[in-house]
Nanobody, 116 residues
Framework: QVQLMESGGGLVQPGGSLRLSCVASTNIFSNNAMGWFRQTSGHQRELVAWLTSGDSTDYADSVKGRFTVSRAKVENTVYLQMNNLKPEDTAVYYC??????????WGQGTQVTVSS
């Protein structure tokens, strides 16, 4: 059973930065695309960034230019660097792989709160 674990969330002021980490228990990121999602209460999970096994990336328009997804040098780890954070970025952030699979694996989520 693959396990994913997010970390790095917290409280940050508008304009600040955070780096989230997603660590997998296997090398699932080596052969599969993965995604970073976020969810706020009462809303569906939103895909905000994704990374393919070939290291291609793409982003939701709402975060483009501010968020960067990358593969860490540490094995089985993917980062989400979030800069110029806005209050509307407040959400629980999840990583998931393989991206788009009905039985994709999910982490437990990490809370990001952007507030002054």
């Amino acid at each position: 059973q693959v396990q994913l674990m997010e970390s790095g969330g917290g409280l940050v002021q508008p304009g600040g930065s955070l780096r989230l980490s997603c660590v997998a228990s296997t090398n699932i990121f080596s052969n599969n695309a993965m995604g970073w999602f976020r969810q706020t209460s009462g809303h569906q999970r939103e895909l905000v960034a994704w990374l393919t096994s070939g290291d291609s990336t793409d982003y939701a328009d709402s975060v483009k230019g501010r968020f960067t997804v990358s593969r860490a040098k540490v094995e089985n780890t993917v980062y989400l660097q979030m800069n110029n954070l806005k209050p509307e970025d407040t959400a629980v952030y999840y990583c998931s792989a393989p991206l788009g699979w009905s039985k994709a694996h999910w982490g437990q989520g990490t809370q990001v709160t952007v507030s002054s």
